[in-house]
């Protein structure tokens, strides 16, 4: 269980995110949606520690992880794997030594230790990247791969950290639809099988409705919805959004991951959802 103590978050005068209070069991499937700026990211890096809470506190199985040191601290951090938009793989090494490096995730030498990895750290890494059916490209330098394929290795070197939490910052939001698909998928998969946690924020709603068993919509640096995606209704997704902007209708057929054969669903709230690439 992953317990969010009345957290708040402040840069200077903006406060990011403002006394969240969350429980979330081990092994769900969050996904964190919200405008711009609502501080769906800062919560994310507060809980893996990239950024500290102004006040509040974050536990984890009882332990408070807000207030960890040192190689307590590390260790959390690899309990709690990072995924990102833009996927933070070093583009001149080959995809194997990419995914490796999850296994040294934090140590700053790492790039000097590449060969004490023992041959059970390669089967383990080629097995992940098996698993995301991206083997093939072991060899190739990471850089030189689609985006799809980059995550995916972002994804198999997560797992090298054997994480108990995946945290991923809008994983999709530089793909295509059906590498977008892909790579929710994987994450799913990772999520039911192993039973991972997977936390992720995600700026379209049919994603979050459609892979996610909970969704926690963030306005304003606060939680203003948290439940299940049947729970999210018109009304609800205009207090995630807003029903201050410009007047254009939210289409979720336009957003890029419809699946389950579903039919692409229109709702009329207005709001402001931000295109794909508003960050790359
Ligand atoms: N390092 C920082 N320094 C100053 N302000 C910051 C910093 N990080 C975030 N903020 C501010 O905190 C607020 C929340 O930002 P955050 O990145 O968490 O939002 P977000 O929901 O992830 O938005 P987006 O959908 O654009 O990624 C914003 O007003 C942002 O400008
Ligand atoms: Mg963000």
């Known amino acids: 269980m992953l317990e969010i103590r009345n957290v ?7 406060v ?5 209070a969350l429980e979330i069991p081990q092994g769900q499937m969050v ?9 769906k990211s800062t919560l994310l890096r507060m809980i893996n520690r990239l950024i500290d809470p102004s006040h509040g506190s974050i536990f984890f199985a009882g332990t408070e992880v807000s207030s960890l040191r040192g190689s307590t601290l590390r260790r959390w951090q690899r309990d709690c794997a990072m995924i990102f938009q833009q996927f933070n793989l070093v583009p001149r090494l080959d995809v194997l030594t990419n995914v490796l490096l999850g296994r040294l995730n934090h140590r700053p030498t790492a790039l000097n230790l590449l060969n004490i990895f023992s041959r059970e750290e390669r089967a383990m890494a080629i ?3 098996e698993r995301l059916d991206i083997a093939q490209t072991a060899l190739q330098r990471a850089g030189t791969l689609s985006g799809g394929q980059q995550q995916r290795v972002a994804i198999a070197r997560a797992l090298m950290q054997q994480p108990r939490m995946i945290l991923a910052d809008e994983p999709i939001a530089s793909l ?15 999520n039911l099988r192993e039973g991972i946690t997977v936390i992720t924020n995600l700026h379209t709603l049919d994603t979050a409705r459609n892979y996610c068993e909970r969704i926690i919509g963030m306005a304003g640096g606060k939680v203003v919805f948290d439940g299940a995606p049947e729970e999210l209704t018109r009304e609800a ?4 959004y807003g029903a201050d902007s410009d007047g254009a209708e939210i289409s979720e057929a336009i957003t890029s991951t419809s699946i389950r054969g579903e039919k692409p669903r229109k709702i009329a709230a207005r709001t402001a959802l931000k295109p794909a690439l508003a960050e790359a």
């Open 8 to 14: 708040t978050r402040r840069f200077g005068k903006t």
């Open 176 to 190: 295509d639809p059906l590498n977008a698909k892909v790579v929710m998928d994987a994450l799913r998969d990772i």
């Open 127 to 129: 097995s992940a990247l």
């Open 31 to 39: 996904g964190i949606i919200g405008r711009s700026g609502a501080g």
């Open 16 to 20: 990011a995110v403002n006394g969240v």
């Open 237 to 240: 997704v205009r207090m995630v």
